[in-house]
């Protein structure tokens, strides 16, 4: 299916876990982003990728680690689960054209840090 | 720097009524505005965007917004609230050429349509 997808939908983990998220997108867009989403703070970025190996830090990147070997796939890790990592997190996608940066997004990926 | 403030936290309509939902931008540069619409447990969609064009922005769903340079505002309009509309929005400011594509949200509005 043509979009942005993103796995798992829902996930719990405990504290000191690793835990992946992906995202994949099949318009071969050149721009990824990775925000999160908590109550009274809209959303923030993580991290962003301008193109493949190419990533750079947003606003709250402590406790993320990113990859993009392929344009098509942005993973997001979180290398020891904290409490303070509950959120909802989106990927989005873009390609700036026009000098817009129009981003389309995910549906989210629901994480509960036990 | 670019920043996105959302005036109303949360908007109680009555279905029929008019929508207002506001949002002051800062931004060093020409901006691109944006309005997101997020209903509940679902990805953000977009409503409409503003890229130096016209000043009135007309989007999905009836939505409008006006960009008023002299005030830095970008405010959401809609004639007629829908019960469907109920949602959160986000508006975002975007400058493509200082911030590497990088958008800065609002903290959202929650609109509210009562019947």
């Known amino acids: 299916d043509a979009g942005i997808t993103q796995s798992p939908r829902y996930k719990i983990t405990e504290t000191g876990r690793q835990v992946t998220l992906m995202c994949h997108q099949t318009?071969?867009?050149?721009?990824m982003f990775w925000y999160r989403q908590d109550l009274g703070h809209g959303l923030r970025l993580i991290y962003y990728?301008?193109?493949?190996?190419?990533?750079d830090k947003g606003e709250v990147p402590d406790g993320y680690v990113v990859s993009r070997s392929k344009t098509e796939n942005f993973p997001l890790t979180l290398e020891s689960a904290t409490r303070s990592q509950t959120s909802v997190y989106f990927c989005?996608?873009?390609?700036?054209?026009?000098?817009?940066?129009?981003?389309?997004f995910g549906a989210g990926t629901r994480l509960s840090v036990l | 720097a670019q920043s996105v403030t959302q005036l109303d936290s949360h908007v109680s309509v009555s279905e029929g009524t008019p929508v207002l939902l506001r949002c002051n931008y800062s931004?060093?540069?020409?901006?691109?505005l944006f309005w997101y619409v997020q209903h509940p447990n679902k990805g953000l969609q977009l409503l409409l965007k503003?890229?130096?064009?016209?000043?009135l922005v007309k989007g999905i769903n009836g939505f409008e917004a006006e960009f008023k340079k002299s005030e830095t505002s970008f405010h959401l309009t809609k004639p007629s609230a829908h019960m469907s509309d109920a949602a959160e929005y986000f508006c975002?400011?975007?400058?493509?050429?200082?911030?590497?594509?990088?958008?800065?949200f609002g903290d959202g509005t929650t609109l509210t349509v009562k019947p």
């Open positions: 931004s060093s540069y020409s901006p691109s």
């Open positions: 990728s301008a193109a493949a190996d190419i990533t």
């Open positions: 989005a996608s873009s390609e700036p054209a026009g000098g817009l940066v129009i981003q389309y």
């Open positions: 975002v400011v975007s400058d493509l050429d200082t911030n590497a594509g990088k958008s800065t």
């Open positions: 318009w071969s867009h050149s721009y």
């Open positions: 503003y890229t130096s064009a016209a000043t």
